[in-house]
């Protein structure tokens, strides 16, 4: 089992450039997040998708588009990156949604930075 | 809203020192609390939890107590070792969000 899978780990982009982040969780949960961290700061959620065939926006998520694409994955995209995307993105996942936070699963993290 | 506030790090510790991670709150409703620990290269993943005033949660030596008059939940341990060099996270939720409010994260390096 690896759990929550990201990729990838670390990626450079230019402000403009489009990319998407790619996470994958073989726990057969039903729910799975997106959130970032940015220095000072705590994790913020940007969306979510409670269960698969629907997202949903989170507390930040201006800039950011997603597709809950199977069961397993959960991808997220930038279309025009900008330096106050600047972050680390971690993913997650829980059996379903609207349960406690201790069941939420977290991938090991994607660096992005964008100049 | 809700809000977690975390020490700065990093704090740096020798092998067997006592730990003190503090953590304060402000919450609409009554939270659970959460510290989670993220090793390096892996996610986090949850360390222990309070659900209730007074109660004190426990893992791998690790331990704090959801006080609620001061709205802090400390995270303490007695010796720690280098294996516990990581990030610590404070994280609470209120009832009927489910999504976790987290603090900024605190690392600790422990040295041999």
């Known amino acids: 089992n690896a759990g929550v899978t990201q990729t990838p780990k670390f990626q450079v982009l230019k402000t403009g450039q489009s990319m998407t982040l790619q996470c994958a969780q073989d726990?057969?949960?039903?729910?799975m997040y997106w959130y970032r961290q940015d220095p000072g700061m705590g994790l913020r959620l940007i969306y979510y998708?409670?269960?698969?065939?629907?997202?949903d926006k989170g507390e930040v998520p201006n800039g950011y588009n997603v597709s809950r694409l199977n069961k397993r994955e959960f991808s997220l995209r930038l279309e025009s990156a900008a330096p106050s995307q600047t972050s680390v993105y971690f993913c997650a996942s829980s059996e379903f949604f609207r349960e406690s936070p201790e069941t939420q699963y977290f991938g090991p993290g994607t660096r992005l930075l964008v100049l | 809203g809700n809000s977690v506030t975390q020490m700065e790090g990093p704090v740096t510790l020798s092998e067997e020192a006592f730990l003190t991670i503090n953590c304060t709150y402000t919450a609409t409703g009554y939270p659970s609390l959460f510290w989670y620990v993220q090793y390096p290269g892996e996610g986090l993943q949850l360390l222990l939890k309070a659900t209730k005033a007074d109660d004190k949660g426990s893992n791998k030596g690790f331990e704090a107590t959801y006080r609620k008059e001061t709205t802090s939940f400390h995270l303490e341990k007695g010796s720690v070792q280098v294996s516990d060099s990581a990030v610590y996270f404070c994280?609470?939720?209120?009832?009927?969000?489910?999504?976790?409010?987290f603090g900024r994260g605190t690392s600790l390096i422990v040295h041999p």
């Open positions: 994280a609470l939720e209120t009832g009927g969000s489910y999504i976790p409010t």
């Open positions: 998708s409670a269960s698969e065939g629907t997202t």
């Open positions: 726990m057969n949960h039903n729910s």
